[in-house]
């Protein structure tokens, strides 16, 4: 499979949920975008630097190995960014101004501490600003990761062969190559802080079935909960 860099790619991810309305985003300005991009990287107007996954490649027989899911592209944070000087206590506070700001999907923002920037020896953060309906579709990452909420929230998840809807404030730990994805399934914004132990941002977004339902539909009685 070859991509148009400018356009095949560019849309990959964003197009998982293209056909969800949703209303209320924060607007916020991401950090990169097209006129950012360097060396024949694709760089998308959503903030995201996307690189190809294609079938017999080390990463996609990685993924093949770990779960029956299609890989479609890899997304990063493009690498032009300067090294603090360390030399200050300033240094190591990282302000809201100071995180690279990626708008995956529509109703979603995140602000990414991505450990390289920042002096971390192995450890990236990131924080969602997640509208209602929106979230993000299946994806692995590398390394295991941890979902942290603080509020009463209701949040459906996918974490390997399992759905289900959890009620906040929670904790989850997500092992490395384990397809997952979240929606806020609650009415008002949804934060979430995730956790990383490396020092890379990476995401790599999947084939998700039956996408729209995921966010839309209202959780039933019968869908599996875990309450408080």
Known sequence: MKLGKNNLLAMTAFSLMSSLAIAGSKGLEVTYGPEDALDGDVVTETGQLFKEILPGREIYNLHEANHDYTPIVRSLLPPYYDLPDENDIEDSVITQSEMAIINPVPGEYVRITEGKRHGFSEMTIAMTSTEPGSGAPLHTHDVEVSHTVNTRQL???IIGDERFVVRGPFV???????PHAFANVSNKTLAIVLSFPTNDWQVDFLDHP???EFFTAPVTKDERKIRN
Do not use: D, G, K
């Open 155 to 157: 949040v459906r998840y």
């Open 210 to 212: 039956n996408v729209e």
């Open 172 to 178: 989850i730990n997500i092992p490395a190559l384990t």
